[in-house]
T-cell receptor, first 112, second 112 residues
């Protein structure tokens, strides 16, 4: 099993541009989570899905953020337009039995 | 509330034991977890304990759970420099549909 796969690993973009982060969860896991990690705020849950359906998006900071899960093997987190304060490491995680999460390696986003 | 609290820093000498402590607020938690995050990497599940257990041992790791005081600890025996990382405590609330509540993490520094 290749684990949770995120792409890209690093993204540098200019303010105002659209950014799309991608995640492939572990096959058979029915929960998928998007987190953001910064030095100041730590690990923040943005949104999570169960069986491809968004369950709680209360952590999504603004309307500029959107997430989709069109099927069980793929999810995207989109920021449009991006701002410098969106710079962070974004993690995707999936879980199944006993809810133990498996995290991806993260996407380090820098908005300049 | 749903806060999971940890001290932010711990420094130990190589070969000593490390004890990382965590308090949680929800007595209905079913599973409690310890995650490790090395620099530039995602969170890795170290171990977990079911709420009806008091202790779990896995090689150098010992997890102690005191449900009365809502206190969880992780003991690392014979701490090595490779154990230097951030350790996150997390709980899953009964009926929360798989949403883990994370602490802010304890940064463990191991001095040679």
């Amino acid at each position: 099993d290749a684990g949770v796969i995120q792409s890209p690993r690093h993204e540098v973009t200019e303010m105002g541009q659209e950014v799309t982060l991608r995640c492939k969860p572990i096959s058979g896991h029915d929960y998928l989570f998007w987190y953001r990690q910064t030095m100041m705020r730590g690990l923040e849950l943005l949104i999570y899905f169960n069986n491809n359906v968004p369950i709680d998006d209360s952590g999504m900071p603004e309307d500029r953020f959107s997430a989709k899960m069109p099927n069980a093997s793929f999810s995207t987190l989109k920021i449009q337009p991006s701002e410098p304060r969106d710079s962070a490491v974004y993690f995707c995680a999936s879980s199944g039995f006993n809810y133990g999460y498996t995290f991806g390696s993260g996407t380090r986003l820098t908005v300049v | 509330g749903e806060d999971v609290e940890q001290s932010l820093f711990l420094s130990v000498r190589e070969g000593d034991s490390s004890v990382i402590n965590c308090t949680y607020t929800d007595s209905s938690s079913t599973y409690l977890y310890w995650y490790k995050q090395e620099p530039g990497a995602g969170l890795q599940l170290l171990t977990y304990i079911f709420s009806n257990m008091d202790m779990k041992q896995d090689q150098r790791l010992t997890v102690l759970l005191n449900k009365k005081d809502k206190h969880l600890s992780l003991r690392i025996a014979d701490t090595q420099t490779g154990d230097s990382a951030i350790y996150f405590c997390a709980e899953i609330l009964k009926g929360s549909q798989g949403n883990l509540i994370f602490g802010k993490g304890t940064k463990l520094s191991v001095k040679p």
